[in-house]
């Protein structure tokens, strides 16, 4: 029982050495997902850590990073495989003076003519890897069945060569920021775990260990503040990334203290639209 | 352990949330797996295997913790000694901390003294929850947690401020001479809510526990109504339940715009070289078959026409959202709002979305009142196909929001043909009950035949429905079979 308390504990430091504070749950769900070889769904507003997450779970477990960026109108041929149809018609023109018997399907159809997109990639990886596919909220509910058999068998199923099996269970991240629906298919076969905003502790937390010079008293006026505005009703609510490079901003001016003349003329480091940081200011009665 | 999570995964399907056999599978592997005797963990793996949706979270927690509901925690005999104002001076203290085992010990101690529960009294703890809350005094502990010397916390800030002006002399450029920032006065009071809130939050879950405790959770579960945002009645709907439906109506609307993008007539597909090589590999390189691209996502042109009129207000307010929302996701959405009059909103609703506010219904209503203010579907639909029926095409797609009642007035079926016949499809959406359909001065049966579908949509779930029997195709004509023809 011990050495398995450990193992979640041993997570989160893992996690807190490649630079990302994990909570206990996010914590918890790597061990398991590790534990049962099973994919995490990672959902969450923008800006919380969910890509983040599976880039640091990589640098901890010293796996490489295989990742799959989605976008409508991803298909097949890039996300899983392509047969590389120049060579396979050198080879056809090699042969040109054989009996035809020589042209079989095998000739052309062979491991050597196929051209192995991220999916493939991690599951013929020799290697262990972390799979990483962002943002499959973007994809066309069709092609979420592309991923299917990856997710659930850990193998690629190719036509005309057979199936590729993997050799390491890849450890594997799919992030959403739920702008539609995932399929019940696709969220039956991975944990699930939500990433909201962090509470302004754990920010400071954050924000300690990324800006470590900075005064403590800046670094939770600093948190407060964006917790403030990640309730206000902005297009873009501030991210993790953004109070960081907020923190920094401050350090940088040398600034001790969180000023209202200091905060106008820094917030555009925090927020990125006009409408934005007129709000932020009326909701901190600037 | 495991009849247990049986009976959690009963509970969480008998509230609609849907766990199937793998999932209850994986939850009970991975209660193998970790530490049984930390809650936390147990929350977290038992979480991530069965509930896979952001807004069941929240009902998967409450009823988590109904089950495993503890015994006393240490301290409590302490705190249980104290007198009511040493207690509220522990409670001052706890509630600036941010120690959430002290306040949660504080809470149940509140809940124990204050809250009145006697065996027998009402499960659901409302008199309760009233009790406890005025004997906490919110009010003044806001105030007191505001005020510059009160709590830890505070006293901690002023001392660091004293610090801070140390350096602020030799560093310079802060400007540190300002005496009352008003940023700061924010921070601290935004900081006094939460502290607040939290405590609200901590004394709510302690009156559950108490009732499980005398009662078992099976009946403080029943009691407690647990709702999906999906499930309730938009009409009806508080507040709070208006707000869990705002951010449900995101993923629905991007799935239904895309679906209604679908149904529009597909464009001429391109060849593909790469297909048609890897086909051609089977004849030796000759392509003896051509393959084409897939097919580019159509840009169709969404037609909404939407009933403001006041059968339907406590719907409309809905409306407007759900229309704010389609146009985020729609390149060419056209708006139009009826009562008895015909007004075209595209703009506002545009507007509305790039200023990232809601649109009010008067503003909506605006040049969509003619004389009454009742509303004139023939009137309205002559209009429209007076007006715009020569701007539909075939990739238009027309949706009418809205509960035909035409107050007896002319319906103006033919008028609704003309627009059925220019446009690509008709859809209608009904947020009457079906029950009260052609009855009255309904008369939806008489404009049922003409749409692909007529659907009832009192609760995001109908919509839901609405959306997915668009996507599998085979759109069931829900009127035809179900209302019939209107006498």
Known sequence: MTHISGTVAEVLDGLRGAGYLADTTTGTVVYLAAELGKPVLVEGPAGTGKTQLAKSVAQATGKRLIRLQCYEGLDESKAIY????????????????????????????????????????????????????????????????????????????????????????????????????????????????????????????????????????????????????????????????????????????????????????????????????????????? | MQGVLAGLVDELRSVGIAVSIGEHLDAAQALATIQLNDKEAVRAALQCALVKRTEQIDTFNLLFDLYTAGGRQPGADLVAAMTDDELRDALRAAIGSGDAQLRRLMADEYVRRFGGLKPGSPVAGVFATIAVNQAAGFDYLRGELLAPSAGETTAGEVAEFGGGLGQGGGGGGAGMGMTAQSAATRLREARADRAVAAFRADLRAAIRRALVADRGAQAVRASMRVRLAEDIDIVSASAGELEAIGAAIGPLVQRLTHILAQLAIRKKRTLSIRRTMHLAMGTGGVPFRLATEPARPPRPEIVVLADMSGSVSAFSRFTLDLLVAMDSRLRRLRVFSFIDGLAEITGVVGEARAAGRRIDQREAARGAVRHSGSSDYGFVLREFARRYANQLTRRSVVLVIGDART?????????????????????????????????????????????????????????????????????????????????
């Open chain 2, 407 to 487: 107050n007896y007035g002319d319906p103006a079926v033919d008028a609704f043909a003309e627009i059925r016949q220019r446009a690509g499809q008709v859809y209608w959406l009904n947020p009457e009950p079906r029950r009260y359909w052609n009855d009255g001065d309904s008369v939806i049966g008489r404009y049922a035949p003409l749409c692909a579908q007529v659907q009832e949509c009192r609760t995001l779930a109908q919509i839901a429905d609405f959306v997915r029997s668009l996507a599998v195709g085979e759109a069931p004509r829900a009127v035809a079979g179900t209302a019939g023809p209107s006498g």
């Open chain 1, 82 to 286: 392509e047969w590389d149809y120049r060579r396979q018609l050198l080879q056809l023109q090699l042969h040109q003076g054989d009996a035809t018997a020589s042209l079989s399907e095998a000739g052309v159809f062979g491991e050597e003519f196929l051209l192995g997109r991220p999916l493939l990639a991690a599951i013929r990886s020799e290697d262990p890897v972390v799979l990483l596919i962002d943002e499959v909220d973007r994809l066309d509910i069709e092609s979420e069945a592309l991923l299917l058999e990856v997710l659930s068998e850990y193998q690629v199923s190719i036509p005309e060569l057979g199936t590729v099996t993997a050799t390491h269970v890849p450890q594997v991240f799919l992030t959403s920021n739920n702008s539609r629906d995932l399929s019940e298919a696709l969220k039956r076969r991975c944990l699930f775990l939500h990433i909201g905003y962090p509470s302004p502790e754990r920010e400071a937390e954050i924000v300690r260990l990324h800006v470590p010079n900075l005064a403590e008293r800046l670094v939770s006026e600093i948190t407060e503040l964006v917790a403030l505005l990640r309730k206000a009703d902005l297009k873009k609510p501030p991210s993790i990334a953004e109070s960081l490079d907020w923190a920094r901003t401050l350090l940088t001016l040398g600034a001790t203290d969180l000023t209202d003349d200091l905060i106008r003329q820094t917030l555009s480091v925090l927020l990125k639209y006009e409408r934005d940081i007129d709000t932020a200011l009326a909701e901190l009665r600037i």
